[in-house]
């Protein structure tokens, strides 16, 4: 999972495989979260957001879990293909605040091997 | 749809010299964009939201007048380095806040300064 520190986490997992990539957030005012998957040398790409009315959400082999009680995000990724490596971001914004900033987490490095 | 261009993908210049870098919002208009700065291996850093027709709203510790942020169209901010110095060099990404407020990120540039 993330944590802070200039050490980015990593996960490697088998093609196949399922991938589970934690985030633990801070800001217990927090209601909007997202997903972005960054490939090396590119801008971040939106995945799946989950507001926090809801506990899960499911897109196209991702699926965002949110656990409000215990402030913790988690981005499940089914069947993971070499196309899924990258860093994966959680963020969260509070949507009463100004201009709808985010905050990013440190992201986590898949390597999927195949 | 939700398209964000941004450009140059990459510059190289000399110390003392300033750049600009621009961000577009193609297929959709954004009344605010985020310009981040991102090391290696490290987080996303919010630097400043830039609002339509209106001033940048800095992070604090970024300065202003080093980073200067003008958003005069609804599809258009550019970030300008001005005096540009080595430790300026960085991956700089811009987004747009569009539909659903979801932000959508450029490619971003890779600034080298000598």
């Known amino acids: 999972g993330e944590s802070v520190g200039l050490h980015l986490p990593t996960l490697s997992v088998q093609e196949g495989d399922n991938s589970i990539i934690n985030c633990a957030y801070s800001?217990?005012?927090?209601?909007?979260f997202i997903w972005y998957k960054q490939e090396s040398g590119k801008g971040p790409q939106f995945i799946i957001d989950i507001r926090s009315n809801m506990d899960k959400r499911q897109g196209q082999r991702v699926t965002v879990l949110l656990n409000k009680t215990v402030k913790h995000l988690s981005l499940q990724i089914a069947a993971t293909q070499p196309g899924d490596s990258a860093v994966y971001f959680c963020?969260?914004?509070?949507?009463?605040?100004?201009?709808?900033?985010?905050?990013f987490g440190k992201g986590t490095l898949l390597t999927v091997n195949p | 749809g939700a398209v964000v261009s941004q450009h140059p993908s990459w510059v190289i210049c000399k110390s003392g010299t300033s750049v600009k870098i621009e961000c577009r919002s193609l297929d959709f208009q954004a009344t605010t964009m985020f310009w981040y700065r991102q090391f290696p291996k490290q987080s996303l850093m919010l630097m400043a939201t830039s609002n339509e027709g209106s001033k940048a709203t800095y992070e604090q510790g970024v300065e202003k007048d080093k980073f200067l942020i003008n958003h005069a169209s609804l599809t258009l901010s550019t970030l300008t380095v001005t005096s540009a110095h080595p430790e300026d060099s960085s991956f700089y990404i811009c987004?747009?806040?569009?539909?659903?407020?979801?932000?959508?990120f450029g490619a971003g540039t890779r600034l080298s300064v000598l």
């Open positions: 963020a969260e914004n509070e949507s009463g605040g100004s201009n709808y900033k985010l905050t």
């Open positions: 800001n217990s005012a927090s209601d909007y």
């Open positions: 987004s747009a806040r569009g539909a659903l407020n979801i932000q959508y």
